[in-house]
């Protein structure tokens, strides 16, 4: 692993002999992407959903849950240009909307992910010793949970008492949550078992970066480690935590549109892609564009993301490139 | 090695009972008890007798310390909440041997596939090769489980009638194809992809170097050097993958109909049946840990380098 390029700033010799301007590692590694067409397509995917979900009640031609019992199970026509489902409502207004589930997850929950990830990691490799110890014995211990049935187990329960919950903090939440066809559910049971694998990444890079000079001589002449973390480890630490951060979304996509697939995920009518995927299963033989449809855009968006995720761990860490 | 072995099988026990005590009051915390019913709910008088008969009228330390007393003393888990005169053991060896041969059988698929295909896009270095192996890499990782298998179904079972839509016949059938290769999808793309990157690490070593100037043929230098050495890390890879695939087919199961554990557990998990929800739960537990205990072994054995003490 090398850190030298993630430290400093590069400069390169020109023909002339003259240096040229220095550019930050995030501009090298722009550079470095946009030559990557894969990592493009991948990009200019997430930006076009992106702007699908901000903009979704301008772009769909129908509100997500208008039933219509006088069209159900179409097969694509120009009223409803990829059919209807089995209460009659447009299905490309559904797959709309469900860009807005899959992408809020993807941002609040990797957010979130974060969040708990990386103090946790920092504060356990830097301070060491017992602190140490013990954040590590809980993260084992959690670690040798399967990851899909403790999600389960948290979303059955956060599912059943954020509807029910009150006081002033939690009654906010279940409002929330309520409101967004439980949408704060899966975001805290995907947050709360995805954030181990952040902090034991966070963890490996603290602990090799707190021994170089740099943290040496900063502590040499008195910095606070407060300051130092902040001002010396976290920046440095931001490449790897970016790159997961990318394959991370398309982990916990597919996980939202899992436990809604499995019937554990938001509530109907919001619409969800692993929802609409469920419901496309059972109608499978007498209706498969039903399916085709919210398959085959699920598998799109997490492939952008995948690689996307390549492109930028190649382009930011050029040594790791095989 | 032999106090590392026993200081990780001591502490296997803490850990369970850790995984243990947070499954068993998360689920009891989870409004909605196990005879919560919709629509009409039933007579105050019959959830008192059933709270009763199986204990749940107890405060909640007693049921904890009863159950765990049972499963410790006896490895007994008692009686299923919603299957009435089924024991929890007897749900376990109807439902997960099912699970673990898919699981095998998906398992053995993807190491096959994906070792293959890794070597072969690591040799082939930057060629149209490596370019479609890795395509097919990053397919199989995007791709979700129970899309490939719906997919199969409407090609292979619906369209072209080959194979059944679904169903378990064990697994020498041809109703095993469908699930097996869409559960196998996802490791076999991700030992391709850690076998590629492992192998091109390996061959820009001094050894292959050494091996290559002595007038290897270059096909020993494959199999006696690069590819050896590069198993050693796929090893940790393919040991943590099958526990996650006999985990994983929790998704494959339900669309292909195989009445394996994880269809069962999702229901059960549904149905707040606890004791059912526990025995999986401890089951699969026990199965990453020993599993993650048997890659740190075996590590030892490949690699010489590797001490613990």
Same mark, same amino acid.
């Given at each position: &692993?090398?850190?030298?390029t993630?430290?400093s700033?590069?400069?390169?010799?020109?023909?002339?002999?003259?240096?040229?301007?220095?550019t930050?590692?995030?501009? /090298?590694?722009?550079?470095?992407?946009?030559?990557?067409r894969?990592?493009?397509?991948?990009?200019?995917?997430?930006?076009v959903?992106?702007?699908?979900?901000?903009?979704?009640p301008?772009?769909?031609?129908?509100?997500?849950?208008?039933?219509?019992?006088?069209?159900?199970t179409?097969?694509p026509?120009? *009223?409803h240009?990829?059919?209807?489902?089995?209460?009659?409502r /447009?299905?490309?207004?559904?797959?709309i909307?469900?860009?807005r589930?899959?992408?809020?997850?993807?941002?609040?929950?990797?957010?979130v992910?974060?969040?708990?990830?990386?103090?946790?990691g920092?504060?356990?490799?830097y301070?060491?010793?017992?602190?140490?110890?013990?954040?590590?014995?809980v993260?084992?211990?959690?670690y040798?949970?399967?990851s899909?049935l403790?999600?389960i187990?948290?979303?059955?329960?956060?599912?059943?008492?954020l509807?029910?919950?009150?006081?002033?903090?939690a009654?906010?939440?279940?409002?929330?949550?309520?409101?967004?066809?439980?949408l704060v559910?899966?975001?805290?049971?995907?947050a709360?078992?995805?954030?181990?694998?952040?902090? $034991?990444?966070?963890?490996?890079e603290?602990l090799?970066?707190?021994?170089?000079?740099y943290? *040496?001589?900063?502590?040499?002449?008195?910095?606070?480690?407060?300051?130092i973390?902040?001002?010396?480890?976290?920046?440095?630490?931001?490449?790897p935590v970016?790159?997961?951060?990318?394959?991370?979304i398309?982990?916990?996509?597919?996980?939202?549109?899992?436990?809604?697939f499995?019937?554990?995920?938001?509530?109907?009518p919001?619409?969800?892609?692993?929802m &609409?995927?469920s419901?496309?299963?059972q109608?499978? $033989?007498?209706h498969?564009h039903?399916?085709?449809?919210?398959?085959v855009?699920l598998?799109?968006?997490?492939?952008?993301?995948?690689?996307?995720? /390549?492109?930028? $761990?190649?382009a930011? /860490?050029?040594?790791?490139?095989? | 090695?032999? #106090?590392?072995?026993?200081?990780?099988?001591?502490?296997?026990?803490?850990s369970?009972?850790?995984?243990?005590t947070?499954?068993?009051?998360?689920?009891?915390?989870?409004?909605?008890?196990?005879?919560? #019913?919709?629509?009409?709910?039933?007579?105050?008088?019959?959830?008192?007798?059933?709270?009763?008969?199986?204990?749940l009228?107890?405060?909640?330390?007693?049921q904890?310390?009863?159950?765990?007393?049972?499963?410790?003393?006896?490895?007994?888990?008692?009686? %299923?909440? %919603? #299957?009435?005169?089924?024991?929890?053991?007897?749900?376990?060896?109807?439902?997960?041997?099912?699970s673990?041969?898919?699981?095998?059988?998906?398992m053995?698929?993807?190491?096959?596939?994906?070792?293959?295909?890794?070597v072969?896009?690591?040799?082939?270095?930057?060629?149209?090769?490596?370019?479609?192996s890795m395509?097919?890499?990053?397919?199989?990782?995007?791709?979700p489980s129970?899309?490939?298998?719906?997919?199969m179904?409407?090609?292979?079972?619906?369209?072209?009638?080959?194979v059944?839509?679904?169903?378990?016949?064990?697994?020498?059938?041809r109703?095993?194809?469908i699930?097996?290769?869409a559960l196998s999808l996802?490791?076999?793309?991700?030992?391709?992809?850690?076998?590629?990157?492992?192998v091109?690490?390996v061959?820009?070593?001094?050894?292959v170097?050494?091996?290559?100037a002595?007038g290897?043929?270059?096909?020993?230098?494959?199999?006696?050097?690069?590819?050896r050495?590069?198993?050693i890390?796929?090893?940790?890879?393919?040991?943590?993958?099958?526990?996650?695939?006999?985990?994983?087919?929790?998704?494959?199961e339900?669309?292909?109909k195989?009445?394996?554990?994880?269809?069962?557990?999702?229901? %059960?998990?549904?149905?707040?049946?606890?004791?059912?929800i526990?025995?999986t739960?401890?089951?699969y537990?026990?199965?990453?840990?020993?599993?993650?205990?048997?890659?740190?072994?075996?590590?030892?054995?490949?690699?010489?380098?590797?001490?613990?003490?």
């Amino acid at each position: &692993m090398s850190s030298s390029t993630r430290e400093s700033a590069t400069t390169e010799l020109r023909p002339g002999g003259r240096l040229a301007k220095p550019t930050s590692m995030w501009q /090298d590694a722009w550079t470095r992407l946009r030559r990557n067409r894969a990592a493009m397509f991948g990009f200019v995917f997430v930006v076009v959903l992106i702007v699908v979900a901000v903009f979704a009640p301008v772009l769909a031609p129908y509100p997500y849950d208008k039933v219509d019992f006088g069209a159900i199970t179409q097969t694509p026509s120009r *009223e409803h240009l990829l059919g209807t489902d089995s209460l009659g409502r /447009d299905v490309l207004s559904r797959l709309i909307y469900g860009a807005r589930v899959s992408l809020s997850v993807s941002v609040v929950a990797e957010l979130v992910i974060l969040l708990i990830g990386v103090p946790v990691g920092m504060i356990s490799a830097y301070y060491g010793g017992w602190i140490d110890m013990m954040i590590q014995r809980v993260v084992d211990v959690l670690y040798a949970f399967p990851s899909l049935l403790l999600i389960i187990v948290i979303m059955t329960y956060l599912k059943a008492a954020l509807k029910v919950a009150q006081g002033p903090i939690a009654g906010m939440v279940s409002t929330i949550n309520n409101a967004t066809g439980g949408l704060v559910g899966v975001f805290l049971a995907l947050a709360l078992v995805f954030w181990l694998t952040v902090s $034991r990444l966070v963890r490996g890079e603290v602990l090799a970066i707190k021994e170089r000079q740099y943290i *040496e001589a900063a502590r040499c002449i008195g910095v606070s480690n407060r300051r130092i973390i902040l001002r010396h480890i976290l920046p440095n630490t931001l490449a790897p935590v970016v790159i997961a951060a990318t394959f991370g979304i398309p982990s916990v996509i597919s996980m939202e549109a899992g436990l809604s697939f499995l019937g554990l995920g938001v509530e109907p009518p919001m619409p969800s892609w692993g929802m &609409m995927i469920s419901e496309g299963v059972q109608n499978i $033989r007498s209706h498969p564009h039903l399916l085709i449809a919210s398959g085959v855009l699920l598998s799109l968006t997490l492939l952008a993301f995948n690689f996307l995720g /390549d492109g930028l $761990r190649d382009a930011m /860490d050029p040594w790791m490139k095989n | 090695m032999g #106090r590392y072995l026993i200081r990780r099988l001591l502490l296997l026990v803490p850990s369970m009972l850790v995984v243990f005590t947070i499954t068993f009051f998360l689920m009891h915390a989870t409004p909605g008890g196990p005879w919560a #019913r919709t629509g009409r709910p039933l007579p105050k008088a019959v959830i008192e007798n059933l709270n009763a008969r199986y204990g749940l009228d107890k405060p909640l330390w007693e049921q904890y310390t009863s159950f765990l007393v049972g499963i410790v003393t006896r490895g007994d888990f008692g009686p %299923s909440y %919603s #299957r009435y005169g089924r024991d929890v053991k007897d749900i376990l060896v109807d439902f997960f041997p099912v699970s673990l041969k898919l699981g095998a059988v998906a398992m053995v698929l993807a190491l096959v596939l994906g070792l293959s295909l890794g070597v072969l896009s690591a040799v082939k270095h930057n060629t149209w090769m490596d370019y479609v192996s890795m395509f097919l890499g990053i397919v199989g990782v995007s791709v979700p489980s129970y899309v490939v298998a719906t997919i199969m179904i409407i090609v292979f079972a619906i369209t072209m009638r080959w194979v059944p839509t679904g169903g378990w016949d064990g697994i020498l059938s041809r109703r095993i194809l469908i699930p097996a290769i869409a559960l196998s999808l996802r490791p076999m793309a991700l030992l391709a992809r850690y076998t590629r990157s492992s192998v091109l690490d390996v061959l820009r070593r001094d050894y292959v170097r050494t091996a290559r100037a002595k007038g290897l043929p270059e096909r020993l230098v494959l199999a006696r050097h690069a590819v050896r050495n590069a198993m050693i890390p796929i090893a940790t890879v393919a040991g943590i993958t099958f526990a996650n695939v006999v985990t994983g087919s929790f998704f494959v199961e339900s669309v292909t109909k195989v009445p394996g554990i994880g269809r069962y557990f999702v229901s %059960s998990v549904s149905a707040r049946d606890y004791p059912v929800i526990m025995g999986t739960t401890l089951l699969y537990a026990a199965i990453v840990m020993v599993m993650n205990l048997i890659v740190d072994v075996v590590y030892v054995f490949l690699d010489p380098r590797v001490r613990y003490n």
